[in-house]
């Protein structure tokens, strides 16, 4: 994963955003629809350790301000309650323009649900007149056995089931067209297909990449547009977020 930040580097020029949004993507788009693409192949790469999803989404959110869509992207307490697969989200501690947050995650494909502690690091940066990126790395993934019940615990890194080893993400914000585009990168690297199992466990990843980044977009462009009359959100956490669990 220590190539996805060089990887990113190259895409956060202005030049590149929306490159690949042709009239009719960007017609979709004024519609309401969120516009998806595999990032790499297929979405899915199999690598010698595991698998790299990574999927890209785009959307359009009408009738509001790149100040207005970064304030609530930089809400991290009240994620949780915009986003239905959190089970609590913190911010940790700011340092200008880089955010330090802590998010419980849920996530299901078929039978098998997984919870896993996330730290992530994000960076903002504004590149121009109604522009601006932020560059996402998931420091820590721990897996949670016994999310919630008395015999909680928190895997240590590397070990576990699987289901996230490490998680990036590429934002990019552009004002225009009176209203936001919001163009997500999503990479994370999981365990790779049971032998034997991986006809059935393959669509299932694949449609779990495609849906966790349309529903993102989905789900951030529903909390901007109710952000005045968004409640006071984020007092979900009530165990300690310290760094990694330490």
């Known amino acids: 994963m220590a190539g996805l930040a060089q990887a990113f580097a190259g895409r956060i020029s202005s030049d590149t955003f929306l490159e690949q949004a042709d009239a009719d993507a960007l017609a979709r788009m004024h519609a309401g629809e969120i516009v998806l693409a595999a990032g790499t192949g297929d979405g899915i ?19 509001v301000t790149i100040d207005r869509v970064l304030a609530i992207v930089q809400d991290y307490a009240a994620y949780a309650d915009a986003y239905d697969w959190l089970i609590a989200s913190q911010l940790v501690d700011r340092e200008g323009d880089r955010y330090r947050a802590f998010f419980r995650v849920r996530r299901s494909a078929g039978v098998v649900t997984g919870v896993v502690d996330m730290w992530m690091v994000t960076n903002y940066r504004r590149i121009g007149p109604g522009r601006a990126v932020a560059v996402s790395r998931a420091d820590c993934v721990r897996q949670v056995e016994h999310a919630g019940e008395p015999g909680e615990r928190r895997l240590p890194q590397g070990t576990g089931s ?6 990036d993400a590429l934002s990019k914000y552009l004002e225009r067209d009176g209203g936001v585009f919001v163009e997500l990168d999503t990479v994370g690297l999981s365990r790779g297909y049971p032998p034997l199992l991986g006809w059935i466990v393959a669509p299932i990843a694949r449609r779990l990449g495609r849906e966790s980044a349309a529903e993102s977009l989905n789900r951030l462009r529903a909390a901007v547009i109710a952000a005045p009359t968004r409640r006071g959100a984020g007092q979900r956490v009530t165990s300690s977020a310290a760094w990694c669990g330490n």
Request: aromatic content about 16%; cysteine-free; overall charge positive.
């Open 45 to 63: 790469t199999e690598m010698s350790r595991g698998l790299l999803h990574h999927w890209r989404a785009t959307a359009f959110i009408p009738d």
């Open 162 to 167: 699987g289901y996230l080893w490490r998680a």
